[in-house]
């Protein structure tokens, strides 16, 4: 049928609606104003989903895909890393500022009207390819090569280089997977053996690290082989080898064997240095995570607090920004992951910073803990949840202990304005600005930092003189 795209859902797909009384048409790769010939794939009885056969008038943002390797003849042959390589970066960006604010506008009662605060910044990025500080690359036995997985979900489409990565990055890649090619064609038991290649890169440091995962029983000198013309070819700064038996399950297996250089390397956001290893969390956008980081504290300061509480730290990103900038308060960083609380006591200890405790343990149990049976209230919380958002009792115990600011770093405006729906049940209400930030430039992605206080804590509202 022949649909034209009125505009994009939050997910990448083109919106199209045939006729008032048929169901709407998603379209993958699609863009607003695109006039197309698609064919229908999927029918269900509120919509159907649409794959793109001829574009007949192209919307006034369609672009050429910068890549190669985004746009194939089916689902099958197109990289699934990006969603938005066929639309000009300042609409990608005016795409993902309106679905934080219509998701919480409609999803969350928030009056997000021009004239009612909160206000929003926007904070688009300054380079919408070769951001990505960390990559990771899956092994196609057939055609032995490492890629990326296809739109399909399934397909593993070899690529030579990524354009998403940054140049440090990249060039890691380009050697690393050259070795492991050569070596799988070179050796029958080497090709059967890989499943994938993981780069991570410090962007401001220019240290590298490569982990080749392999399944148990891979050649005994596999390693070896790899580290040595990986070392002769491009001196990384670590080249480990990781055994995974479960690659249907997880990424990497529990055994990390170094080949050569060190564990971890390191990376810089701001004035901070991080300590990282191939598992340890950190926003792949290096620059982009400094502007994150940055307007949490800066909503922070309204309180000037004297206790911090930051769930879900991660390697303590958000953390030690938080202990550097308020440096007479106690922050108190809850993670489940002991790695990633390791790491984070090591980045704390190069920085110097003192003004931290650390918790191992899951956000919902623990902060029962730190709020029922310790008492301990803090007057600045920071929430970073994953894309599932807060649970029903983190809310809960959040709404009982009333900090004086509660900071929401999200990175799914879907559960953000279903949390501050529910926040607001407690008293809770928007303060100052929504920000609106890109990480993620050339997919759908999009990260969003709000402030919450409790009703009676709000600042009174000074008339105009």
């Avoid at 220019?206 to 392999?214: K, N, Q, R, S």
């Avoid at 997880?250 to 050569?260: K, M």
């Avoid at 007057?379 to 600011?405: H, N, Q, S, Y």
Wanted: some cysteine; overall charge neutral; glycine content about 8%.
């Amino acid at each position: 049928m022949r649909v034209t795209i009125e505009k994009l859902a939050y997910g990448g797909d083109g919106i199209a609606r045939p006729a008032p009384d048929e169901p709407v048409v998603f379209v993958p790769r699609a863009a607003p104003g695109d006039v197309l010939d698609v064919e229908i794939v999927e029918e269900k009885p509120r919509f159907r989903r649409g794959r793109i056969l001829k574009v007949i008038e192209a919307g006034p943002d369609r672009i050429e895909p910068p890549c190669g390797y985004y746009q194939g003849v089916s689902e099958a042959t197109s990289c699934g890393g990006c969603h938005y390589q066929h639309l000009r970066y300042t609409a990608q960006y005016t795409e993902k500022f309106h679905h934080v604010r219509e998701a919480l506008k409609r999803l969350g009662g928030m009056p997000l009207d021009e004239e009612k605060n909160p206000s929003s910044d926007g904070t688009s990025a300054e380079t919408a390819l070769a951001y990505r500080n960390k990559g990771t690359f899956h092994w196609n036995a057939e055609q032995m090569a490492f890629g990326l997985v296809a739109a399909d979900q399934r397909t593993v489409i070899p690529i030579a280089s990524c354009p998403l990565l940054h140049a440090t990055a990249n060039e890691a890649f380009v050697a690393a997977s050259a070795v492991a090619t050569q070596l799988a064609k070179d050796d029958p038991g080497v090709r059967a053996s890989l499943l994938s290649l993981v780069i991570r890169a410090g962007t401001a440091t220019g240290e590298t690290l490569a982990v080749l995962v392999v399944k148990p029983g891979a050649p005994i000198d596999l390693g070896e082989r790899f580290a040595d013309a990986v070392w002769k070819r491009r001196k990384l700064t670590s080249v480990q080898l990781n055994v995974n038996p479960q690659p249907d399950h997880q990424l990497f297996g529990e055994r990390f064997t170094v080949l050569a250089g060190s564990p971890t390397i390191r990376e810089k956001i701001g004035a901070l240095t991080f300590v990282l290893d191939a598992e340890t969390f950190l926003q792949v956008n290096t620059v982009q995570a400094k502007r994150l980081y940055d307007d949490a504290v800066q909503l922070g300061r309204a309180v000037n607090p004297e206790r911090v509480l930051d769930l879900y730290a991660g390697n303590g990103g958000l953390s030690l920004h938080l202990a550097r900038a308020f440096p007479k308060a106690e922050v108190l960083a809850v993670e489940s992951v002991a790695p990633a609380v390791a790491r984070g006591k090591e980045s704390a200890a190069a920085n110097g910073i003192n003004n931290v405790r650390w918790r191992v343990g899951k956000v919902e149990s623990t902060l029962k803990k730190i709020h029922h049976h310790e008492h301990w209230k803090a007057d600045l919380v920071v929430v970073d949840p994953p894309r599932a958002g807060l649970k029903d009792i983190v809310i809960e115990t959040i709404g009982r202990m009333k900090p004086a600011r509660l900071v929401y770093v999200s990175c799914n405006p879907t559960t953000l304005a279903r949390d501050v729906k529910a926040l607001a049940k407690f008293g809770f209400e928007p303060v100052g600005n929504l920000s609106v930030i890109d990480l993620f430039p050339q997919t759908f992605h999009v990260e969003a930092v709000l402030a919450l206080a409790p009703v009676a804590a709000k600042p009174p509202v000074v008339p105009d003189s």
